[in-house]
């Protein structure tokens, strides 16, 4: 038994012998290469993203293309101990050298710094589906305002703990983190946090790495939009792909990470644009650096898209056409409105609303009283704001109903915000109470006691020291914290309190006009600033001066007329060779890091920058659907081309009659024929040829027959339906097309009634027209081209319809057109006249809103003998097509390259040679 005890204990001493010399030998002798080892030691897959395509016009000019950045990433695999405290560290140094983290989360602060969903309410319920897990969402979840959401991510979900952080840094570390919760299925994917960095933030990044594991600078790839302000509402932009658009994406391989075309030729390109994402398999050391590529899949650059617009001549039109707006108002703005004449003209107390409303005026530099004028503007804000809160308190408290302009105002405001942070419940502006209310009879606080007891006040549990079960103790806080010292302390009651009193003519307009010079919206010379104060020189005049120079664009008066779309195409082709829609807006912003902030101002904006006009913006077509009326007729046979229909002022043969237009000057057309009725643009000739298509096959009068041949005909100019080019349009309103209306081809046909055209709509009819019946789908696609520039895709024309319409019935409209340019009595003689390139137009406009000026539509093709191109020149509120025709002259001497007129006359080349 001893023996056995024996060779045991000898047999463990040597194996622990054994054990201590392997440790001595890995640790002292082989430690420092087998450290090394174990730093290599671990693989990762890492994706990498395939280059998009690149946008070019049809001369190879880049509309959109990638440039390469740094950018901050973060590797979410590596282990941190106080991950919130590294990021709240990794913020401020990308914050203070003046750049952006990349924002994640469906809310942000507000210009109130108040946190509000910056989606739609689709896209935060899905949000909140996935944040709570849950299909279906409790009660609580689902009434989750951004404030509360932003709590249960904060406090609950990421825990973040340190009070001393602000709110926008705790905006910033959430949304880092919750851009990894996303990809925690997929953390050897590192997650861009900051794009585009300064060197400043590249060098204090490097210098800190030991305190910043996992953050790296990596080159990325960013897309870059130029000359944006011509071609955003064409190009669109870029994000990171959405779950509900992932969804639909996923079998085409699409993942959480991808970048996609979000609007425009982006989205609709999107299949040939995307790059193939490759691989890399690397070795990384135990901090998360990359030591060594062991493995890599190439990835691929998506094809390059050419489109058919010219960017010179898109640049010329564009700028023609602001021109043009600019005269407009530098001749129609006025202080008061004319007694006497047309008194539908901009006023320039709307100017100032506007520019207040579109930020041209910053509101929070007058506070600071950075010059006497400013000073002087935020005094009188002061006391009248003081006043209005005095009368407020009166209100509230005293039961003293909302009498003027101003309480209205304040009070709307109060309700609106009421109601958008769920202290009012949804429908109860449907109440007794409210209605009460609202038309005087009732105080406000008797109205909020009636709500209160039907249920539609709803006091939150998280108010301090509120009873909620008791009316009073509820009150009190709705009026005196959330009201008094929260709602009427807001930017954007200031801003609407500005809006009014500007609109009102209770600011200075000396004041308001130093102020645009100040804070360096407009420039001004000694002499204009001395004036100025002298009231030598009028804040009219000047505001006049600025406009007719553009420091001060149509858009940011946002007066009649601000806005305006161009369409120039190729008649043999259907190729778009300009489109434009004004005012537009800088797409670089909503693309690589969405500036939420910009997009709320162009959300606000009074000219609606992000509309497309071009291919959305329907108008009534007015006298340039004639031509279509009289291709009607004459292959109707209903008329003859040389025919004559007395105009006496006024068409009769329907109740009630129409007047033509000359009759508002007591005058009359007398005897026309097609041609001349084109020219002059006669109502009652047209009137009469659609009341002659009423009788066509019955022997009365029957409207429907009409409209039903004025129809047949739209359709050969392709106005029943959208254009076929490749971005979103608005459906076409066609004549007797509004569900239980009156058919009144009588109307229809001189270009009222129902019809309702978009202006690509009006150019793709014009197209037709002018290379006599062929009937193009409008197109924006050249060709498509592989990254080495080979081409993958070249696009032709695409022949919808051949409508064969008789040498005689185009022949007379042709002539109509070329009178209306070229004759004594077009309305376009004088704009052409001497012209080298001879160009056959016509003029429509279309009163909308009797208050507002007219539309102004002007079509035209050239060259007369061998139509090449056709232009259409829409300007909502207008006055007049007049305007109109100087734009589609200047396209026209751009792409004939026309010099001005010297002694020796025009010369004339081609710009496409």
């Avoid at 489109?307 to 039109?317: A, C, N, W």
Wanted: glycine fraction near 8%; proline fraction near 3%; charged fraction near 25%.
């Amino acid at each position: 038994m001893k023996h056995r005890l024996l060779v045991m204990a000898i047999l463990a001493v040597a194996l622990f012998y054994v054990l201590v010399a392997r440790l001595f030998e890995l640790q002292i002798i082989e430690g420092a290469r087998l450290e090394e080892r174990f730093e290599l030691s671990v693989l990762k897959e890492i994706q990498t993203t395939g280059k998009r395509g690149n946008i070019y016009d049809r001369n190879g000019y880049p509309l959109a293309e990638n440039t390469t950045a740094f950018s901050v990433f973060y590797d979410d695999s590596v282990t941190v101990a106080d991950r919130n405290g590294m990021f709240h560290n990794l913020v401020r140094i990308i914050r203070r050298n003046g750049d952006d983290i990349i924002q994640t989360l469906p809310f942000a602060l507000n210009e109130d710094k108040r946190l509000v969903f910056t989606q739609s309410g689709a896209q935060v319920l899905r949000f909140k589906r996935e944040l709570f897990n849950r299909r279906e969402l409790t009660e609580e979840q689902a009434a989750m305002d951004a404030y509360g959401i932003y709590r249960y991510m904060k406090d609950r979900m990421f825990v973040i703990e340190d009070s001393s952080y602000t709110m926008e840094e705790n905006l910033d570390i959430l949304s880092i983190r919750y851009a990894l919760w996303q990809k925690r299925y997929s953390k050897f994917l590192p997650q861009e946090i900051s794009y585009d960095i300064s060197q400043e933030t590249l060098a204090e990044v490097e210098e800190m790495r030991d305190m910043l594991p996992g953050v790296s600078i990596q080159e990325s790839s960013l897309r870059l939009y130029h000359d944006a302000e011509y071609f955003a509402h064409i190009i669109g932009y870029t994000s990171k792909i959405d779950q509900e658009t992932l969804e639909t994406l996923k079998p085409e391989g699409y993942t959480a990470n991808d970048i996609i075309g979000k609007i425009g030729i982006e989205r609709a390109m999107e299949s040939y644009l995307k790059g193939i994402d490759g691989k890399q398999m690397v070795e990384v050391d135990n901090l998360g650096r990359t030591m060594k590529v062991v493995e890599t899949l190439e990835s691929a650059a998506g094809k390059d898209v050419y489109l058919t617009l010219d960017t010179e001549l898109q640049k010329v039109s564009q700028d023609a056409l602001v021109e043009q707006l600019a005269s407009i108002l530098v001749e129609k703005l006025s202080i008061r409105r004319p007694t006497s004449g047309d008194n539908r003209v901009p006023l320039l107390k709307d100017a100032f609303k506007n520019l207040f409303t579109n930020n041209t005026i910053d509101i929070e530099r007058l506070e600071l009283g950075e010059t006497p004028s400013q000073a002087a503007l935020y005094r009188s804000f002061r006391n009248q704001y003081e006043g209005i809160l005095a009368r407020l308190g009166n209100v509230l408290h005293q039961n003293a109903l909302h009498q003027d302009k101003q309480m209205e105002l304040t009070i709307s405001y109060v309700l609106r915000n009421l109601s958008g942070d769920g202290v009012l419940e949804d429908g109860y502006r449907k109440t007794d109470a409210y209605k009460e209310f609202d038309s005087g009879k009732m105080g406000f606080k008797q109205m909020m006691e009636a709500l209160f007891k039907e249920g539609y006040l709803s006091a939150s549990g998280q108010w301090t020291g509120v009873d909620t079960k008791d009316f009073e103790s509820v009150y009190a806080h709705v009026a005196d914290t959330l009201i008094m010292g929260g709602y009427v302390q807001n930017k954007s009651y200031h801003k609407a309190l500005y809006e009014h009193f500007a609109a009102n003519e209770q600011l200075s307009y000396v004041d308001m006009t130093r102020t645009l010079i100040d804070q360096g919206a407009v420039t001004a010379t000694a002499e204009e600033i001395s004036r100025l104060a002298s009231r030598g020189l009028s804040p009219l005049e000047f505001i006049k001066r600025k406009v007719a120079s553009l420091e001060l664009t149509p858009a940011q008066l946002a007066l009649d007329p601000s806005s305006g779309a161009v369409v120039v195409t190729d008649v043999n082709t259907g190729d778009v060779l300009s489109l434009v829609s004004y005012p537009g807006y800088d797409n670089n912003r909503l693309v690589n890091n969405f500036d939420y902030g910009y997009y709320v101002e162009l959300l606000n904006d009074p000219a609606k920058p992000l509309f497309p006009m071009a291919t959305q913006g329907k108008t009534a077509p007015g006298s340039t659907f004639k031509m279509l009326t009289a291709v009607a007729g004459l292959e109707e046979k209903v008329i003859t081309d040389r025919e004559t229909v007395r105009c006496t002022g006024r068409f009769t043969k329907i109740n009630p009659s129409i007047a033509c237009w000359i009759a508002a000057y007591g005058g009359s057309h007398g005897p026309v024929t097609v041609r001349t009725a084109l020219a002059v643009s006669c109502n009652t000739y047209f009137n009469e040829v659609g009341y002659r298509l009423g009788t066509k096959g019955s022997s009365r009068y029957v409207p429907q027959n009409g409209i039903d041949k004025l129809v047949e005909y739209a359709e050969k100019f392709g106005l029943d339906k959208t254009t076929g080019i490749e971005l979103p349009e608005t459906t076409p309103s066609l004549p007797g097309s509004v569900e239980g209306g009156i058919a009144n081809p009588v109307a229809a046909a001189m270009g009222q009634e129902y019809n309702s055209y978009t202006p690509a709509q009006i150019g793709r009819y014009l197209t037709t027209l002018a290379n006599g019946g062929t009937l193009f789908d409008l197109t924006l696609l050249d060709q498509v081209k592989t990254p080495d520039g080979l081409t993958y895709l070249k696009q032709e024309p695409q022949v919808v319809m051949q409508s064969e319409f008789s040498a005689n019935t185009l022949k007379a409209v042709y002539e109509g057109m070329w009178e209306v340019a070229n004759g004594s009595r077009g309305t376009f003689r004088s704009t052409f006249q001497g012209f080298p390139v001879t160009v056959a137009a016509k003029t429509g406009t279309a009163q909308q809103i009797k208050t507002r000026p007219s539309h102004a539509i002007t079509v035209a093709y050239a060259p007369y003998e061998a139509p090449e191109i056709a232009v259409t020149v829409v300007i909502p509120f207008g006055y007049t097509a007049q305007y109109g025709g100087k734009v589609a002259k200047e396209i026209f001497s751009h792409y004939f390259q026309v010099e001005g007129q010297s002694e020796g006359g025009y010369t004339t080349d081609h710009v496409l040679d």
